[in-house]
């Protein structure tokens, strides 16, 4: 009986203590939450609202009609076009660089310590900087051209062609490797090199130990690593406008550029629904990656 007593006392304390802790847990969260909900939660939620009204002011619902509108816009079309494209292209490309100089940098290299530092120097240089340079470099008497005009080849108007995208691509990955492979050498540092010198006791070679050890330990590295580089790839925006202005060649009117242009028009109902077509791809991106991330987790136990 008296144990019992002391039973229902020890866990009536720990009952308490956890209600305190509790409290002062939601305490310390208070602030951010209700920066969270009036910054982002809360604007998003209207956003989703003016997107099936006709207009912010009457606020009559219009249904499904905003979204039909935008799918039938040929502009809308070829700003998902592009930004799309622009991902598929630059997030496998980002990602087999950064992963092959994280590679690099993690071997004994003589200058390691300079390498790591230039691959991060872009994360700190201010955009307004990188941009008046990459229009040094691209303009069409820029210092390509130049170059180009040197060795015999006729000068090429960059940002005013099908080339524009590529240009756009080189900076985005300028821009972004460094911080890719921060945490790619992270991921490979946290490997056991016993796991290696095992293997090459029992003959592995060096794409069997990339495959069977790199590889497999890096799976949550790559994972979040694939994400932040479609997010990136999402935000080339800032660097696209700086460099081309509001109506760049069509190779790199992105998603961005229509939502800015019909916030310039206050066209608020397209503007909403595109950008609540966007949030909706990127989550299905997410949740695929997701998905296929616990299936490889499974495939590999």
Not at 81 to 97: E, K
Not at 99 to 122: D, E, M, Q
Not at 183 to 212: H, M, N, W
């Amino acid at each position: 009986m008296k144990q019992w007593f002391f039973r229902q006392g020890a866990a009536m304390k720990i009952m308490k203590w956890m209600r305190r802790d509790a409290a002062a847990v939601w305490i310390f969260l208070a602030p951010s939450a209700a920066g969270f909900a009036l910054f982002y939660l809360i604007p998003f939620m209207m956003g989703v609202f003016y997107s099936f009204v006709d207009s912010p002011v009457d606020l009559h619902f219009a249904g499904l009609e905003n979204y039909r509108e935008l799918l039938a816009s040929g502009s809308f079309r070829k700003a998902a076009f592009n930004t799309f494209y622009f991902s598929a292209f630059s997030v496998p490309l980002i990602l087999a660089l950064s992963l092959g100089l994280a590679l690099l940098l993690n071997s004994k290299l003589y200058f390691r310590k300079w390498l790591r530092t230039a691959y991060v120097l872009p994360l700190v240089v201010p955009v307004a900087s990188i941009v008046l340079v990459w229009q040094i470099l691209f303009d069409w008497n820029g210092s390509v051209n130049a170059w180009l005009s040197g060795l015999g080849v006729d000068r090429m108007d960059w940002m005013n062609s099908e080339v524009a995208r590529y240009v756009i691509m080189v900076v985005y990955l300028w821009k972004n490797i460094g911080y890719n492979v921060i945490l790619f050498l992270a991921g490979l540092q946290q490997i056991p090199k016993d796991y290696y010198e095992t293997a090459y006791v029992e003959g592995a070679g060096r794409l069997r130990q990339f495959s069977g050890i790199t590889l497999v330990y890096l799976t949550p590295t790559m994972f979040f690593v694939v994400i932040l580089s479609i997010m990136n790839s999402f935000k080339v925006f800032r660097e696209t406008y700086l460099i081309a202005g509001d109506y760049p060649h069509d190779s790199i009117y992105m998603m961005q550029h229509y939502m800015n242009n019909m916030f310039t028009s206050l066209d608020i109902q397209k503007l909403t629904a595109a950008a609540n077509l966007m949030v909706g791809c990127i989550l299905l991106i997410v949740m695929g990656l997701f998905a296929v991330e616990r299936r490889y987790r499974q495939f590999m136990e």
